[in-house]
């Protein structure tokens, strides 16, 4: 979370918040991967390579620190949505490989 607590209302405070934490570049990366563009993330879409990318984005902020409730703010998700991302996206062998 920031240092001020706040969670973003708009995607273009999203983009500003993952800026000043220098996590943007992971993120994009984790959208591009999966040929998806970033703020397809942040929104509701399902296909299932949008919910790859999403996936992989929860555990890449998981693994730099972030709690749930924290990644789940700021998706505009329940922090069990993210856990279960988290979860089956660690089960992917290559996904792991590819974060690290």
Not at 14 to 39: K, M, T
Not at 53 to 61: G, I, M
Not at 84 to 100: E, F, K, N, V
Request: aromatic share 8%; hydrophobic share 35%; glycine share 6%.
């Amino acid at each position: 979370m920031s240092q001020t607590g706040e969670v973003p209302k708009t995607f273009e405070a999203f983009i500003r918040r993952l800026h000043e934490e220098r996590i943007y570049v992971e993120i994009a990366r984790c959208a591009s991967n999966h040929g998806v563009p970033l703020q397809t993330l942040w929104g509701r879409s399902r296909p299932p390579r949008v919910v790859r990318a999403r996936h992989e984005a929860f555990l890449f902020l998981k693994d730099s620190g972030w709690s749930f409730p924290e990644i789940g703010a700021l998706f505009d998700r329940d922090h069990t949505s993210v856990l279960t991302g988290c979860h089956r996206t660690s089960q992917l062998p290559a996904t792991r490989t590819r974060i690290a």
